[in-house]
């Protein structure tokens, strides 16, 4: 089974720190997303890849940025951490051809910024 | 462009009750439909999937049938159990719009014993 690994199931940090949450697969997997979940609006995508070194904006990029800088790995950064960042965190990862197989999620990790 | 609605919950059920989540599509192109679990405190996890018109995906007693001429693909179990309690997510991925998925708001379901 295609395992992916979010490095910490919860993390608390303060207001102003930088915040990195690390992604990583095993499978080879060509396309890799990261989105945040909060209570009422669902998933929202922040930043996807689609290959080593490429990033694309989602739907809510501000006050993130990601590093892809091996296939296996997807880094999402808070640059400076605010209240309004406090959320669940999920990666995901797929083959090229998603619309076939599907994501597959990460265990999350819940983020509080105090 | 693309998205998905699905029923809000949150739904409340007793134990082998009927379930039906309803979920609804826009696709411009040719979506392949999903339905995702998420258990509490984890992550989504992939439940079925349908790639083509009236195709029925299947796991775990749950069944959705896709419905082109209604743009529908509801999620039923004929009886559910307390740990089908969870929080289920239509999606949908369009190959016109490339690997990016569109996930509907989710439908918290618990089932009391």
């Known amino acids: 089974d295609v395992k992916v690994t979010q490095s910490s199931r919860y993390l608390v940090k303060r207001t102003g720190e930088k915040v990195f949450l690390e992604c990583v697969q095993d499978?080879?997997?060509?396309?890799m997303f990261w989105y945040r979940q909060d209570p009422g609006l669902g998933l929202r995508l922040i930043y996807f890849?689609?290959?080593?070194?490429?990033?694309e904006k989602g739907d809510i990029p501000e006050g993130y940025s990601v590093s892809r800088e091996k296939k296996e790995r997807f880094s999402l950064i808070l640059e400076s951490a605010s209240t309004n960042q406090t959320s669940m965190y999920l990666c995901?990862?797929?083959?090229?051809?998603?619309?076939?197989?599907?994501?597959?999620f990460g265990s999350g990790t819940r983020l509080t910024v105090v | 462009g693309d998205s998905v609605t699905q029923m809000e919950g949150p739904v409340t059920l007793s134990e082998e009750a009927c379930l039906t989540i309803?979920?609804?599509?826009?696709?411009?192109?040719?979506?392949?439909l999903f339905w995702y679990v998420q258990y509490p405190g984890e992550g989504l996890q992939l439940l079925l999937k349908?790639?083509?018109?009236?195709d029925k995906g299947s796991n775990k007693g749950f069944e959705a049938t896709y419905r082109k001429e209604t743009t529908s693909f509801h999620l039923e179990k004929g009886s559910v159990q307390v740990s089908d309690s969870a929080v289920y997510f239509c999606?949908?991925?369009?190959?016109?719009?490339?690997?990016?998925?569109?996930f509907g708001t989710g439908t918290s379901l618990t089932v009391i014993p």
């Open positions: 499978m080879d997997h060509e396309n």
């Open positions: 309803n979920c609804t599509y826009t696709a411009t192109g040719y979506p392949s």
């Open positions: 999606a949908l991925s369009d190959r016109g719009t490339g690997n990016q998925f569109y």
């Open positions: 995901a990862s797929s083959l090229e051809g998603a619309h076939s197989y599907g994501y597959t």
């Open positions: 890849s689609y290959d080593v070194k490429m990033k």
């Open positions: 349908a790639t083509k018109a009236d």
